[in-house]
């Protein structure tokens, strides 16, 4: 039994090699692109390393394209949203998991059917909804947009969190004296502060790297954010390589930096909310 292990042990090693090498290639491949030179770029034979590597690239997104609107525009769109919607799938989420009122199994069924529709389908209603109230090419309309979506899985992963906070830890706060407020904000959600980071990051990269409804809503470039700021980097006779892959940096750099820092509060919110709740 020993050796059978041990060769599927290797056997699942190498697979999962395979997949890991597959899944970091195109990054790696983006990362070497994006500090080549154009005649690099363009040879019969590709490079993993560039022989001359420049900073070319990305002056030219910094100094000669709208790429800095686009990344201010995509920051504060994806901040705000997640504000407000990790605040609303905070007390939504909480109220699922302490309380029971009228409706609640209907209300938790619907979080969950609501996520059997594919965004493309809600386009063009939202889009006409938006033009109506005004909101087209406004911050508003991507805020409101994003959030809508990102509520119903937020908070039902934040509920499945909360089942994991003894509701005994509340009572013994209210014992010593705290009201509902101060217990929840020193007991419960200092507790719950995984899930909540796994929640906020969620949130964050929805609204970040989200490019239909980006198109849709946004007709200026003032307004743009970065997904729909790096597609025009492909043009109809020509596609600029080094500088959409210097722009892909840009944009994947974040969430890979707040990933690598938060990553431990992401698993152990992903852990304990799913075996738990």
């Known amino acids: 039994m020993s050796h059978r292990r041990k060769i599927r042990q290797i056997i699942v090693i190498v697979l999962l090699s395979i997949v890991v090498i597959g899944l970091i290639f195109p990054f790696v491949w983006m990362l070497s692109t994006a ?29 000669e394209t709208a790429f800095p609107r686009y990344f201010l525009n995509s920051v504060l769109v994806a901040f705000i949203t997640m504000v407000v919607a990790l605040v609303a799938t905070v007390f939504a989420g909480y109220a699922l998991s302490r309380y029971n009122f009228r409706g609640k199994g209907a209300f938790s069924l619907w979080l969950l059917v609501s996520q059997m529709f594919p965004p493309v389908l809600l386009i063009i209603p939202i889009f006409v909804f938006m033009l109506k109230l005004g909101l087209v090419n406004t911050y508003a309309s991507l805020i409101i947009t994003y ?28 014992v010593d004296g705290c009201n509902q407020i101060q217990a929840l904000a020193r007991v419960t959600f ?12 969620f949130i964050f990269i929805l609204a970040w790297q989200e490019y239909m409804f980006a198109l849709t809503l946004t007709r200026t470039t003032e307004m743009r954010t970065l ?10 006779y020509r596609v600029l390589w080094g500088s959409l892959m210097a722009g892909s940096v840009v944009v994947t750099a974040p969430v890979v930096v ?6 431990r509060y992401i698993v152990q919110g992903l852990t304990l909310g799913a075996v738990k709740g």
């Open 35 to 63: 500090f080549k030179p154009p005649e690099e770029i363009f040879t019969e034979r590709p490079r993993w390393i560039p022989e001359n590597p420049t900073y070319q690239n990305f002056f030219h997104i910094l100094k």
């Open 190 to 201: 200092p507790l719950a502060a995984p899930g909540i980071v796994t929640v906020a990051l």
């Open 258 to 263: 707040f990933f690598v820092y938060l990553q």
């Open 227 to 236: 997904p729909v700021g790096i597609s025009l980097f492909l043009g109809e």
């Open 147 to 174: 959030a809508t979506f990102a509520l119903p899985f937020s908070t039902w992963m934040l509920k499945a969190y909360f089942d994991t906070v003894p509701m005994d830890l509340e009572d013994a706060a209210k």
